[in-house]
């Protein structure tokens, strides 16, 4: 399939609200694509939170409180060895609300960790704000060890709220696409020089403040809101540009503190008076949050940066005897979690390995490029297709997450093969050799690096 770019340009004033440039984006699809779309709903798999009938246990807020879940201190005088649990308090909170919140927790376990990005739908009925404390053990611990100590997000919803969250195939909602043309209609021959450049989004309140040392790490994202708890300037820079916080090698320049020193932000965002209307707050989607978030570092930290490729690790796949069955060529190309045609799930037999990937229509050139999608923390960069195979194919894979492969050990190094995982953990690697004939061997080219060339360790006043 050819990927064409022709240009697009589109006047915008130059000071722009959230809320009236998404309306002048879809009048702009609407208009120069002829796009015609409805919303509705469709089967797919997803987790619902639902509530049992009398067995919630919510106590209602009043309305006075803040909204929203915030991390709280670590016990003081914690035993050596003791199961690490992470702990918020939620206050003023509605389901819907806190549907999202669970949905974007990166701490609950590895199979938790390793289907987050299926839709979680709110189906427990219950409305208002609700204050209550909420507990689970972050994936980083160990399993095993934790024994009876161990709380999985679940199993936390479950059992402290009285609320049941289930991976079942329920209605989610989606935007369906009625029509639409390919080529836009032209654009106008002098637009491009009547276009003034867009202002860099910005928060209108931020304050940066040192974290306070027993203090529990959470980033909260929320409707025109960022709030950061104990948190390394490396990880808000890995969030604002999207970077891989397990590519050791993407990063380049950065300073010891960045990855000591731990931050508070509160930011947020002016309300929205456009229309006349009496302000009210606007709601952030997660791109938007990014960009206003790097504007909010490269001030506040005076960061510059570039990017230049550089000599990195990356991988290519290799043919040795491959097991793959041809695909329908008129199948729907896709990769999902989970198990395929023949219902058959491996992780409900042995949960230490925690990934199941089933493919359908799959090229070996499109496998190179999903493989970082649903291998995080193993594959960083597109993998390039050196198999030799054409044509397209369904297969299934079965590994361990990341998570499990350091709860064993060390997560392998390279598609070279590993020695036996004494847990029984079956590292992506040996899984491609052995479940699809194929292999992954490490190479060095060259790929885009984050280069920062200047950062201050203390941001400006607030």
Known sequence: MTHRSPSLTVEAPSTVTWQCDKVRLQSLLAQRFSLVVHTGTTPMQAYVLSAPKGKANLKQSDGTDDFGCKGQPMPANQSPGAVPQITVACHNETMEQFAEFLHMIRGGGATWMSENTKPLVDSTGLKGGYDFDFKWTPSGALIESAG?????????????????????????????????????????????????????????????????????????????????????????????????????????????????????????????????????????????????????????????????????????????????????????????????????????????????????NMTMPQLGMEFQSFAGGMIYRTVVDDTGLKGSYNFTLSFSSIQRLQAGGAPPPDGAQQAGDPSGAISLYDAIKSQLGLRLEKQVRPMPVFVIDRIEEQPTAN
């Open 148 to 360: 009876t100590d161990y709380i999985s997000i679940p199993d936390a919803v479950d059992k402290q709220l009285g609320l049941k969250l289930t991976r079942e195939t329920a209605p989610v909602p989606v935007l369906i696409v009625d029509s639409v043309n390919e080529t836009p209609t032209p654009n106008p021959s002098d637009l491009a020089k009547r276009m003034p450049p867009l202002p860099p989004p910005q928060f209108e309140v931020a304050t940066i403040k040192p974290s306070k040392p027993d203090e529990r790490g959470m980033f909260r994202f929320q409707g025109d809101q960022i709030t950061v708890q104990n948190t390394t300037l490396k990880s808000l820079l890995q969030t604002a540009w999207d970077l891989d916080p397990y590519d050791r090698e993407l990063l380049v320049g950065a300073p010891k503190w960045l990855d000591e020193d731990h931050f508070d932000i509160l930011a947020k965002l002016s309300a929205d008076t456009s229309n006349g209307a009496p302000a009210k707050p606007q709601a952030l989607l997660f791109q938007q949050m990014r960009e206003m978030l790097r504007t909010l570092i490269e001030d506040r930290f005076q960061m510059k940066f570039h990017w230049e490729d550089r000599p990195v690790t990356a991988y290519h796949l290799i043919a040795v005897s491959p097991k793959l069955t041809p695909a329908d060529p008129r199948a729907r190309t896709l990769c999902v979690e989970g198990p395929g045609a023949d219902g058959k799930d491996p992780r409900l037999a042995d949960p230490v390995i925690d990934r199941l990937v089933t493919c359908q």
